[in-house]
């Protein structure tokens, strides 16, 4: 077993996944790139190689039991345990005009989409890597939200969180209470879990709108290499908890 810590971060071929692999890797972490599509996932360790970060591919689909597996094996075989796991990978689903999900109208096949990625792929890949991570003296999960996840910040006329997404933003609402029922199995343990806000993040995602990825992968990161002790079970921002 290597001595040297690993990090698997999910859809992390690009965009915001990428920068906190960089990051990650900046900080002496080996990274697992998890990407979808292996040719992404290989020219991204390329670049990751090239800004002098150790990094490998993981081949991983998130919706598929299969691909979750082939990655555990992996990166068993690769390092024999696994530190830390950033459940970044997600969509946000087919829009309307103006980046708008109207409930009223709502294909109940583009909820299913996206809760399946969302939600039911970190808790696929989350408990498919738990006995990796329980090989780790500090393990740490982190799951990548949105402010769109908070009920309180949605139900208050005062406070902007953008469109109406009503496929999108409930997956980050069942994401956020996910996060909270495996901090509350995990309690007494070593690890610490928690959920990241990153912002509205100048990438594809989201028509490349928004503040650097490099300033939104900070939180995820901090949280990633939190002390022993530090905070679990808990919804984050820059500035700090975000309310549920």
């Known amino acids: 077993m290597s001595d040297k810590k690993t990090a698997l971060v999910t859809g992390a071929n690009k965009g915001l996944g990428y920068e906190i692999a960089a990051g990650l890797g900046a900080r002496g972490y080996r990274v697992a790139v998890g990407a979808r599509d292996r040719a ?13 970060v150790d990094a490998f591919v993981v081949p991983l689909d998130v919706t598929s039991d299969r691909s979750v597996t082939e990655a555990v094996d992996l990166i068993e ?11 970044n990978a997600g969509i946000s689903g087919e829009t309307g005009p103006g980046w708008v999900q109207d409930p009223t109208t709502l294909d109940l096949d583009v ?9 039911y792929g970190v808790i696929r890949v989350t408990n498919a ?52 029922h495996y901090a509350r199995q995990f309690a007494g343990t070593n690890i610490l879990i928690n959920a990241a806000c990153p912002g509205l993040v100048a ?31 808990s919804f984050f921002n820059d500035d700090g908890i975000i309310p549920w």
Request: glycine letters at 10%.
């Open 129 to 180: 890597m738990l006995p990796l991570l329980r090989r780790s003296a500090s393990p740490r999960i982190v799951n990548i939200s949105s402010s769109v996840g908070s009920l309180t910040w949605q139900a208050d006329p005062n406070i902007e969180v953008g469109p109406i997404m009503a496929a999108y933003s409930p997956t980050k609402s069942y994401l956020n209470a996910i996060t909270v």
């Open 203 to 233: 990438t594809n995602f989201t028509g490349f709108q928004g503040r650097p990825v490099q300033e939104a992968a900070a939180t995820a990161i901090r949280l990633a290499t939190l002390p022993d002790g530090g905070p679990t079970g």
């Open 40 to 52: 992404r996932g290989e020219a991204a360790v390329k670049m990751l190689h090239t800004a002098g």
């Open 111 to 119: 909820v299913r989409e996206v809760v399946d990625t969302n939600v």
């Open 77 to 87: 075989s690769l390092g024999g345990r696994l530190d830390v796991l950033v459940n």
